[in-house]
């Protein structure tokens, strides 16, 4: 069982940044893939980015390529996500994920909530136009 628990959420101007974090506690030694979805009302939740932790490989959603980072950090057991020039379209609750499969194959698989078995509550971040 993994627990994750968001924080960072909130309000920022279109343009400005946020730095979005996910504390993970059980048992993350076998836990090495981590990721970020978000949904905004009225939407389908979409996958933004994901990492497997061996080799530090990533893939992002097009929609935040070039504007979205994520990291993680073993020594503390969080994932973050650096949200820089922020659209009014990137409102949405966001979520951490965590799953036990393999390195992904290829990138589309780091977006599929399929590909993880553990969620957090969620946070939320408003982007003002």
């Known amino acids: 069982q993994v627990n994750l628990v968001e924080s960072g959420g909130g309000s920022v101007q279109a343009g400005g940044s946020l730095r979005v974090s996910c504390v993970a506690s059980?048992?993350?030694?076998?836990?090495?893939?981590w990721g970020w979805f978000r949904q905004a009302p009225g939407k389908e939740r979409e996958g933004v980015a994901g990492i497997y932790t061996i080799g530090g490989t990533t893939g992002y959603a097009d929609s935040v390529k070039g504007r979205f980072t994520i990291s993680y950090d073993k020594d503390k057991s969080t994932v973050y996500l650096q949200m820089d020039s922020l659209k009014p379209e990137d409102t949405a609750m966001y979520y951490c994920?965590?799953?036990?499969?393999?390195?992904?194959?290829?990138?589309?698989?780091?977006?599929?909530?399929?590909?993880?078995?553990?969620w957090g509550q969620g946070t939320q971040v408003t982007i003002s136009s």
């Open positions: 994920a965590a799953g036990k499969g393999p390195r992904p194959y290829v990138y589309s698989e780091y977006l599929s909530s399929r590909a993880y078995d553990y």
């Open positions: 059980g048992d993350t030694i076998n836990t090495k893939r």
